[in-house]
């Protein structure tokens, strides 16, 4: 009698159970398929083509990304050029033209394998020549780029430097798209390090033509390829329809130029819908906080900015002006 009453009360508890999952799964299918229409109605809402204007507030001063230090010149670098790595906006690592690789060895040895059929804007293939080529250049630029002590946990990197060797003994070519980087030691941030932005991948036969004008000239493996450099006035980018990635939504983008920070130019052009996006300075945000159609985004950025000031001003020539700057600064 016992028995059956449990047996009872337990079927009881099952069903009764059953019964509260049934509308709760229903509630999560509900929602699953709420954001596959979402998904859906937005993919289909996009469309292909048109030109993005963007306000820089300076002129680059190169496009040679080994030698940009400027953050005008690397916002259209990270358009026309590709590294091996790339991040994420959580800044985890992700491949882009190395399909995958391998950390052997206890972490001495990263094996990078390109992907297939990856082209630079001239047509020409992306080949582990010339991403040996693009580390070995790095490793010689003055002033030293960021990544450089990563690069020279690459054994023989050093060496090389110093001009003591014509060759990297720790960049091996398997084949056109293997490449085995062996390191002195293990060395963890060197992963990272081949994702900045100074270490993206160039032709090695159009820097050695080009020289000192590639950066002028660029040409990288992007998702746009570079048209042209009018000074002081705009950079105008196309679509490369052979990113490996598959082509762009953007047909073209124009940064125009406005030399010498000139904000309020640049916020009566995008007043006027000659932009289409703004960064917001100082009271920017307020004269367009009452358009209720803008569409407002804070993006992840790792930069340091610099305040220079200019010395021979003649208000720095009182010494009480300098010393309420200097006061001025937080230093805690």
């Known amino acids: 009698m016992k028995l059956t009453r449990i047996v009872h009360l337990l079927f009881i508890i099952f069903i009764s159970f059953g019964l509260l999952l049934i509308p709760g799964c229903a509630k999560k299918e ?72 391998k950390v052997e060895e206890g972490g001495k040895v990263y094996r990078f394998i390109l992907r297939e059929n990856i082209r630079f804007h001239n047509g020409k293939p992306v080949t582990v020549e010339d991403v040996i080529f693009s580390i070995g250049r790095l490793l010689l630029v003055d002033p030293s780029p960021a990544p450089l002590p990563h690069l020279l946990k690459i054994s023989g990197a050093q060496a090389y430097r110093e001009h003591k060797t014509d060759r990297i003994k720790g960049l091996e070519p398997i084949d056109d798209r293997v490449l085995l980087v062996r ?119 790792l930069s340091l900015l610099f305040y220079g000031i200019r010395g021979n001003h003649p208000l720095l020539k009182h010494p009480e002006v300098r010393k309420a700057l200097s006061l001025s600064i937080d230093r805690e």
């Open 183 to 301: 390191l002195e030691e293990p060395h963890a941030p060197f992963l990272t390090a081949m994702g900045m932005y100074q270490a993206a991948i160039v032709p090695k036969e159009e820097v050695n033509r080009l020289e000192n004008k590639f950066g002028q000239n660029p040409i990288g493996s992007g998702p746009f390829r570079f048209v042209s450099w009018e000074r002081n006035k705009s950079i105008h980018l196309e679509r490369f329809p052979a990113y490996y990635a598959g082509e762009s939504f953007l047909k073209k983008i124009y940064f125009l130029l406005y030399p010498g920070g000139k904000i309020d130019d640049a916020l009566a052009d995008f007043k006027a819908g000659k932009l289409q996006e703004m960064p917001v300075y100082g009271n920017i945000q307020q004269e367009l906080s009452s358009q209720s159609e803008l569409q407002w985004f804070h993006r992840p950025s």
């Open 30 to 101: 509900e929602k699953e398929k709420e954001i596959t229409n979402k998904e859906s109605l937005l993919q289909s809402s996009i469309q292909s083509g048109g030109i993005y204007r963007v306000p820089l507030m300076n002129n680059p001063t190169t496009l040679d990304p080994a030698y940009a230090q400027d953050i005008y010149a690397i916002s259209v670098i990270h358009q026309l050029f590709d590294c091996l790595v790339r991040f994420d906006h959580y800044l985890t690592v992700l491949p882009a033209l190395a399909e995958t690789w």
